[in-house]
């Protein structure tokens, strides 16, 4: 096995981390990946996605091994206008004022620090493809709008998980959103407020007949969003709320939806309000079998690497999701981002080092 530099992982890491890239706004991470890659003159491909872009940097390897694909997201959520990295023996954190970017460039430094490893190692190794995805922060964007055409990969593993490195994420849920448009009539509240029918109220009857929160231990549902109305003295004529459903289970999603549905149906029509709900899946679960090869690959690096594998069911989606959906296998590995979405975000270093060992490890182990 050979070893990873960890002074080189932890500034690839700081230097990453610095840069700003909210979704969309991810060109400085881009040609820093796109220098790396010109610089060591290996096979750099940009594919346009959106008004940002999704890249790849491709190893070629010997024939007789499956090709594998690694991925990672180069967006990352605000605060983020200017990010300090701060360290100190132990982590790598900010001055309060940002996030951390450890989600994901924790992998991207990862991925970099392993390239350098294989490259120089001369050690044999298939085909294999690290794409680094924009926007995945707001909806998995890139990896939505990335042709898989442009890998010959069928097993990927994405490095994006919170947790110790070594945990591998083998369930993730469904997901669907609900728009939900009341149409009352609209009255004068101190004069007429018998002539009028309120979304308002509707809605509230509504909300309060949904099922709420965690519905079982694989199931939740959450009203996010409530839009409406436009004065006190106007019995309110319009109001729009939108909520989402996540189960593991696909039956339970849609027994959940159905339900959703009879509620929203039946109170309207009681009010005599009309409703349009309109219902957007937002990507596909998975669940992958502990006797799948993908798993044995997995264990079989761990052993190589030395990290004790775990595994984990998630309640979240990530660009894990689009790809087993499109048929490419895949596991969300954990990179050690710890508080991620918080200016307390941090990462200790051990993760880091870890991470990198663990990619070159699955490589190695193909
Ligand atoms: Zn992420």
């Not at 294999?128 to 890139?142: I, K, M, S, Y």
Request: hydrophobic share 35%; glycine share 8%; proline share 2%.
């Amino acid at each position: 096995m050979p070893e990873i530099k960890k002074e080189r992982v932890e500034k690839y890491f700081k230097e990453l981390a610095s840069i700003s890239s909210p979704s969309w706004e991810e060109g400085k991470v881009i040609s820093y990946i796109e220098n790396y890659a010109k610089k060591r003159k290996l096979t750099f491909k940009k594919f346009q996605c959106g008004k940002s872009f999704n890249v790849m940097i491709s190893l070629k390897g010997i024939s007789g091994k499956d090709p594998l694909l690694f991925a990672a997201h180069t967006d990352t959520v605000t605060p983020c206008d200017s990010i300090k990295v701060m360290e100190d023996s132990k982590r790598f954190f900010t001055d309060g004022k940002s996030i951390l970017g450890g989600d994901d460039k924790a992998a991207v430094a990862a991925f970099l620090e392993a390239i350098d490893v294989i490259y120089k190692s001369g050690e044999k190794h298939g085909d294999v493809d690290f794409l680094f995805t924009c926007a995945e922060e707001v909806g998995l964007c890139g990896m939505k709008g990335f042709d898989i055409k442009n890998t010959r990969a069928k097993k990927a593993f994405v490095f994006d998980s919170d947790g110790t490195v070594g945990s591998a994420t083998v369930a993730a849920p469904y997901q669907i959103v609900m728009q939900i448009s009341l149409k009352g009539k609209a009255a004068h509240a101190g004069m007429e407020p018998e002539k009028g029918i309120s979304a308002i109220y509707a809605a509230a009857e509504i909300i309060n007949s949904l099922p709420q929160g965690r519905i079982d231990s694989e199931t939740t549902t959450n009203v996010g969003k409530i839009n409406g109305g436009t004065a006190n003295n106007i019995v309110t004529e319009n109001l729009t709320f939108e909520l989402e459903c996540r189960s593991l289970d696909k039956k339970k999603l849609d027994a959940l939806t159905a339900k959703i549905v009879s509620v929203i149906k039946s109170v309207s029509s009681k009010r005599k309000i009309k409703a349009v709900i309109s219902t957007d899946r937002e990507y596909s679960g998975y669940s992958i079998s502990q006797n799948d090869s993908i798993i044995s690959h997995f264990e079989r690096a761990a052993a190589l690497c030395k990290i004790k594998p775990s595994y984990k069911k998630s309640g979240g989606g990530s660009d894990t999701n689009i790809l087993n959906e499109r048929k490419i296998k895949a596991l969300n590995l954990s990179v050690g981002m710890s508080k991620v979405h918080t200016t307390d975000e941090f990462i200790m270093k051990s993760d880091l080092h870890k991470s990198a060992a663990m990619v070159v490890s699955l490589i190695l182990s193909n």
